[in-house]
């Protein structure tokens, strides 16, 4: 995805099924577990996202053959212990995943490594796991900030046979990357955790995945780990990934508040991921989960018995599932507080504080504290607003968002941050989400198009845009405030922050009735200039999605259905004869008291038409999929009629 927003619809409902991409959690395990293993492993449904092709890159560097096959099956050519290359530069972006395990893997295999990552990756904490390491005799420096990345390992001089202590309570990524590498040792090694260790389903994910490669870590409740001596990895041939857990939040989330039934592929009740808990929280709040094998199912909560209901959740247990909670929230009934939380503030970004002013944005009530945060929801009768909302480079918190649409039409900034973990996510998303329909309406000036979308809103019971107006009030603003049409930036700074309110035939600009001022030639002509400028027209983008709003609307202009609404329902382009639009003109504007001559006007139409149709971006253009309705020679009844009787043969929706 290359554009740095996407304008996600309000949705009507959402149901239907996803297959879930696999885990991050298993597969950069499984990878690194395969790397290490004597012997080949042939690895089924690995994800492919930012994250694994860190890690897939990391261990090309190092030596390990690695080699795609057909659909998802990756062959790792595992090195039993000793990578090839003992002397390289890694660079691992953002991935938390493949950078912890990683430090602790080279830290004691021994060679000359250097470890970097994006700008964020130095920030995230790394003391803990290095103190542990050198405990065991381990050689790494730091190259920037003490306790962060980068990273400088040299060979250790290693002291085994020990037990090492480790924080617990900043990221279990820390004991999931050192027990993943004590094997390496060859001797007995016990860990024991100091203070309460966090996040502990990502251990059991570890415990497992080792498990799988032969290495079975003895457990004493979360406090020590031992692994044996003689511990090698070795190949179990075949390692299936299953569908990830967190990434199944959204959808089940989804379900629950749009309706559903909206199934997830690819992952049952009986996970060894931990967020499959996240459909206990969500059944907390009322939702209705089922399963079966390899797959789990959410609707919203059973007819007539009401909406979601807010909870207050110790999320311990299903940390980057809960971010999914927050937003839920937003549609239940009292607030949600999510506790002990802390470990969101050393993740992609401040998760924490990224939620709450997000959250805010959307004109909701959050408070926020060190670690929880509480959302209230809209009381009766308030809406969601509509918000631009910024990810932090961080996934889940773009993930997490797309749930608000439910809500408010809504645009969302640098949507590929999905790529560390979803690559397609949106398009998924919009497979099973029914946004609210809009009925396009594009065609020339005077060609009748805001008379008779009018009357079709009207009829239907449905919004309607007149997006005209918008360029005209920003004609009509920019002159006020005496900006001329050749100052692009200028013109479109005017038009991000007009302050207008539509109600019926009224538009007030800045709390003055201007509904006639703007209908003037001379506006008529300056919008025409203005809707030419590319700057204007991305300004106002997003104002013209945020008018649709259940049950429906009906919007024209030049581009409702080449630009604006591209996924319209019913695209109609209307046109009719310069004279007969000419004389219509002349009657509205006599009708108005103002002066005009229908040749002035047929000369001025030919050229707002030829302006608005040879303009470089989004000129006005009938649709390869629109109908062509030419008013000519039509009463306002019989083409209303005609939209309508279209608007009919579509399939419905929702
Ligand atoms: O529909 P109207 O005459 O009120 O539009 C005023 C001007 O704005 C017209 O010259 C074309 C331009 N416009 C546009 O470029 N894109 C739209 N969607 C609507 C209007």
């Given at each position: 995805?290359?554009?740095?927003?996407?304008?996600?619809?309000q949705?009507?409902s959402a149901?239907?099924?996803?297959?879930?991409?696999?885990?991050?959690?298993?597969?950069?395990?499984?990878?690194?577990?395969?790397?290490?293993?004597a012997?080949?492993?042939?690895?089924r449904?690995l994800?492919?996202?930012?994250?694994?092709?860190?890690?897939?890159?990391?261990?090309?560097?190092?030596g390990?053959?690695?080699?795609?096959g057909?659909?998802?099956?990756w062959?790792?050519s595992?090195?039993?212990?000793?990578?090839?290359?003992?002397?390289?530069?890694l660079?691992?972006?953002?991935?938390g995943?493949?950078?912890r395990?990683?430090?602790?893997?080279?830290?004691l295999?021994?060679?000359h490594?250097r470890?970097?990552g994006v700008?964020?990756?130095h920030?995230r904490?790394?003391?803990?796991?290095?103190?542990?390491?050198r405990?065991?005799?381990?050689?790494?420096?730091?190259?920037g900030n003490?306790?962060?990345?980068p990273?400088?390992?040299?060979?250790?001089?290693?002291?085994?046979?020990?037990?090492?202590s480790?924080?617990?309570?900043?990221?279990s990524?820390f004991?999931?990357?050192?027990l993943?590498?004590?094997?390496?040792l060859?001797?007995?090694?016990?860990?024991?955790?100091i203070?309460e260790?966090?996040?502990k389903?990502?251990v059991?994910?570890t415990l497992?995945s080792?498990?799988r490669?032969?290495?079975h870590?003895?457990?004493?409740?979360?406090?020590?780990?031992?692994?044996?001596?003689?511990?090698?990895?070795?190949?179990?041939?075949?390692?299936h990934?299953?569908?990830?857990?967190?990434?199944a939040?959204?959808?089940?989330a989804l379900?629950?508040?749009?309706?559903?039934?909206?199934?997830?592929?690819?992952?049952?009740?009986?996970?060894i991921?931990?967020?499959v808990?996240?459909?206990?929280?969500?059944a907390a709040m009322?939702?209705?989960v089922?399963s079966?094998?390899?797959w789990?199912?959410?609707?919203?909560?059973v007819?007539?018995?009401g909406?979601l209901?807010?909870?207050?959740?110790d999320?311990?247990h299903?940390?980057?599932?809960?971010?999914?909670?927050?937003?839920?929230a937003?549609?239940a009934?009292?607030?949600?507080t999510?506790r002990?939380?802390a470990?969101?503030?050393?993740?992609?970004?401040d998760?924490?504080?990224?939620?709450?002013?997000?959250?805010r944005?959307?004109?909701?009530r959050?408070?926020?504290?060190?670690?929880?945060i509480?959302?209230?929801p809209?009381?009766?009768?308030?809406?969601?607003?509509?918000?631009?909302?910024?990810?932090?480079?961080?996934?889940?918190?773009?993930?997490?968002f797309?749930?608000?649409?439910?809500g408010?039409p809504?645009?969302?900034?640098?949507?590929?941050?999905v790529?560390?973990?979803?690559?397609?996510?949106?398009?998924?998303?919009?497979?099973?989400?029914?946004?609210?329909?809009?009925?396009?309406?594009?065609?020339t000036s005077?060609?009748?198009?805001g008379?008779?979308?009018?009357?079709?809103?009207?009829?239907?019971?449905?919004?309607?845009?007149?997006?005209g107006?918008?360029?005209?009030?920003?004609?009509?603003?920019?002159?006020?405030?005496?900006?001329?049409?050749?100052?692009e930036?200028?013109?479109?700074?005017?038009?991000?922050?007009?302050d207008?309110?539509f109600?019926?035939?009224?538009i007030?600009?800045?709390?003055?009735?201007?509904?006639?001022?703007?209908r003037?030639?001379?506006?008529?002509a300056?919008a025409?200039?203005?809707a030419a400028?590319?700057?204007?027209r991305?300004?106002?983008?997003?104002?013209?999605?945020?008018?649709?709003?259940?049950?429906?609307?009906?919007?024209?202009?030049?581009?409702?259905?080449?630009?604006?609404f591209?996924d319209?329902?019913?695209?109609?382009?209307?046109?009719a004869s310069?004279?007969?639009?000419?004389?219509r003109r002349?009657?509205q504007?006599?009708?108005?008291?103002?002066a005009?001559?229908?040749?002035?006007?047929s000369?001025?139409?030919r050229?707002?038409?030829e302006r608005d149709?040879?303009?470089?971006?989004?000129p006005m253009?009938?649709?390869?999929?629109?109908?062509?309705?030419?008013?000519?020679?039509?009463?306002i009844?019989?083409?209303?009629a005609?939209v309508?009787d279209?608007?009919n043969?579509?399939?419905k929706?929702g």
């Amino acid at each position: 995805m290359s554009a740095d927003f996407i304008d996600l619809p309000q949705l009507l409902s959402a149901r239907g099924t996803v297959r879930l991409p696999g885990s991050k959690s298993i597969s950069n395990r499984v990878l690194l577990l395969a790397a290490l293993a004597a012997g080949e492993t042939e690895v089924r449904d690995l994800l492919l996202s930012d994250d694994t092709a860190r890690m897939l890159d990391a261990l090309r560097t190092l030596g390990v053959g690695v080699e795609p096959g057909a659909g998802n099956r990756w062959c790792i050519s595992g090195v039993a212990g000793r990578f090839p290359v003992r002397a390289s530069e890694l660079f691992l972006g953002n991935a938390g995943t493949a950078f912890r395990p990683l430090t602790a893997v080279l830290a004691l295999a021994g060679g000359h490594y250097r470890m970097a990552g994006v700008a964020r990756m130095h920030e995230r904490p790394i003391g803990d796991l290095v103190d542990a390491l050198r405990q065991l005799g381990a050689d790494i420096s730091y190259l920037g900030n003490e306790g962060f990345p980068p990273l400088a390992i040299r060979p250790p001089a290693l002291l085994p046979g020990r037990v090492v202590s480790l924080r617990g309570d900043v990221s279990s990524q820390f004991l999931t990357g050192l027990l993943m590498a004590l094997p390496l040792l060859g001797v007995e090694t016990t860990v024991e955790v100091i203070g309460e260790l966090i996040s502990k389903p990502y251990v059991e994910i570890t415990l497992a995945s080792m498990a799988r490669f032969g290495v079975h870590v003895r457990r004493d409740g979360w406090r020590r780990f031992t692994v044996p001596a003689d511990s090698g990895y070795r190949s179990p041939g075949v390692v299936h990934v299953e569908g990830d857990a967190s990434s199944a939040s959204y959808f089940l989330a989804l379900g629950a508040i749009g309706g559903g039934p909206l199934r997830v592929e690819g992952v049952g009740l009986d996970s060894i991921q931990g967020d499959v808990r996240f459909t206990e929280a969500l059944a907390a709040m009322g939702a209705q989960v089922s399963s079966g094998d390899n797959w789990i199912e959410a609707s919203a909560p059973v007819a007539g018995t009401g909406t979601l209901r807010g909870i207050s959740l110790d999320c311990n247990h299903i940390p980057d599932a809960a971010m999914t909670l927050a937003t839920t929230a937003l549609f239940a009934v009292g607030p949600t507080t999510l506790r002990n939380i802390a470990s969101w503030r050393v993740k992609e970004t401040d998760r924490i504080a990224a939620m709450a002013t997000e959250l805010r944005k959307l004109g909701v009530r959050v408070e926020a504290g060190d670690d929880f945060i509480r959302v209230h929801p809209p009381g009766a009768g308030q809406f969601l607003h509509p918000a631009a909302i910024d990810t932090y480079d961080d996934h889940r918190i773009a993930m997490c968002f797309s749930l608000a649409a439910l809500g408010t039409p809504l645009r969302i900034n640098d949507p590929q941050s999905v790529g560390k973990t979803f690559p397609d996510y949106f398009a998924r998303f919009a497979e099973v989400s029914q946004g609210v329909p809009v009925i396009a309406i594009d065609g020339t000036s005077a060609s009748g198009k805001g008379t008779i979308a009018a009357r079709v809103a009207q009829a239907l019971g449905w919004h309607y845009l007149d997006s005209g107006a918008l360029y005209r009030l920003t004609a009509l603003a920019a002159g006020r405030a005496g900006i001329g049409v050749d100052d692009e930036a200028g013109v479109a700074a005017i038009a991000a922050d007009l302050d207008v309110v539509f109600a019926g035939a009224s538009i007030t600009l800045s709390g003055e009735e201007v509904s006639d001022a703007i209908r003037s030639e001379e506006i008529s002509a300056a919008a025409s200039r203005v809707a030419a400028l590319p700057a204007v027209r991305a300004a106002l983008l997003f104002r013209q999605r945020a008018f649709r709003r259940p049950p429906g609307l009906v919007a024209d202009g030049r581009d409702m259905a080449s630009v604006v609404f591209p996924d319209a329902l019913t695209k109609v382009f209307l046109t009719a004869s310069v004279e007969m639009r000419a004389w219509r003109r002349h009657k509205q504007l006599i009708e108005k008291g103002m002066a005009a001559s229908i040749a002035a006007l047929s000369l001025d139409l030919r050229e707002r038409d030829e302006r608005d149709s040879q303009r470089s971006v989004a000129p006005m253009q009938q649709s390869a999929d629109a109908e062509l309705l030419d008013t000519t020679n039509l009463t306002i009844e019989t083409a209303v009629a005609q939209v309508l009787d279209w608007v009919n043969k579509v399939p419905k929706v929702g």
